[in-house]
C-alpha cells in the first residue's frame, strides 16, 4: 500500500468517524428535544389531571351539601305528613265532642239526669284533655274581637252592651291543630243597634 494511499484511507477514515459524530451529535440533541417535549407532554398533562382532580373534588363536594340538604327536606316533610295524618283522626273526633257537649248541654235542664250529665262531663274533659296533650286547642272566643282567620260569623247581633265587632255568642267552638286551624269557630257577632227610621 502506498504511502497516498494510506493518507487518503486515513482521511477518508478521519472524516467518516467526523460525519458518524455529527451524526451523533445530531441524533442526541434530536433525542433531547424529543424527550423534552415528552416531559412539557407529561407535565401538561399532570396539570390537565390536576385541574380535573380539583374539579372533581368540588363536585363532590357540592353533591353531598346537596344530597344533606334534600335529606333534611325530606325529614321535614315526613314530619308534616305525620302531622297532618293526626290532624286528620282529631278532625273526625271533633263530631264526638260537638255530641258530647250538646248531650251535657240538653240534660242541665231534665230531673235524674244529673249523673249522666256528669258522666258525660267526665268523658268530654278526658277527651280534651287528651286531645290538648297532643296538640289540639279550643278556640272560644266569645268576648273578644272577631277574627275572621279563626271565626266564622253565622250571623250579627245588633247590641249597645259590648263594641262593634265583640263575638257575643259561639255556636260552635273552632279548633286548631299544632298551630294548623281544622275548623274556624261559629260566632255571632256585635253591631251597633240602628237608631228607629
Given at each position: 500500500m502506498s504511502k497516498g494511499t494510506g493518507e487518503r484511507k486515513t482521511k477518508?477514515?478521519?472524516k467518516a468517524v467526523d460525519k458518524e459524530q455529527d451524526l451523533s451529535?445530531?441524533?442526541?440533541?434530536?433525542?433531547a428535544v424529543e424527550v423534552e417535549q415528552d416531559i412539557a407532554s407529561v407535565e401538561s398533562r399532570i396539570e390537565e389531571l390536576s385541574k380535573e382532580n380539583v374539579e372533581l373534588l368540588d363536585g363532590l363536594l357540592r353533591l353531598k351539601a346537596e344530597f344533606e340538604?334534600?335529606?333534611k327536606r325530606m325529614l321535614k316533610e315526613q314530619t308534616r305528613i305525620l302531622d297532618t295524618a293526626e290532624a286528620g283522626l282529631?278532625?273526625?273526633?271533633l263530631r264526638v265532642i260537638d255530641n258530647l257537649e250538646r248531650a251535657v248541654g240538653n240534660s242541665a235542664g231534665e230531673s235524674g239526669a244529673n249523673g249522666l250529665r256528669e258522666?258525660?262531663?267526665m268523658?268530654?274533659?278526658q277527651m280534651l284533655e287528651i286531645l290538648g296533650k297532643e296538640g289540639l286547642e279550643v278556640i272560644d272566643p266569645e268576648g273578644e274581637a272577631f277574627d275572621p282567620e279563626h271565626h266564622e260569623a253565622m250571623m250579627v247581633v245588633e247590641t249597645?252592651?259590648?263594641?262593634?265587632g265583640t263575638v257575643?255568642?259561639?255556636?260552635q267552638k273552632g279548633y286548631r291543630f299544632n298551630g294548623v286551624l281544622l275548623r274556624p269557630a261559629m260566632v255571632k257577632v256585635s253591631c251597633p243597634v240602628k237608631s228607629g227610621e
Open positions: 477518508d477514515d478521519k451529535a445530531e441524533s442526541l440533541d434530536e433525542a340538604n334534600y335529606r282529631v278532625k273526625k273526633l258522666g258525660v262531663e268523658v268530654l274533659g249597645d252592651q259590648c263594641p262593634e257575643v255568642e259561639v255556636t
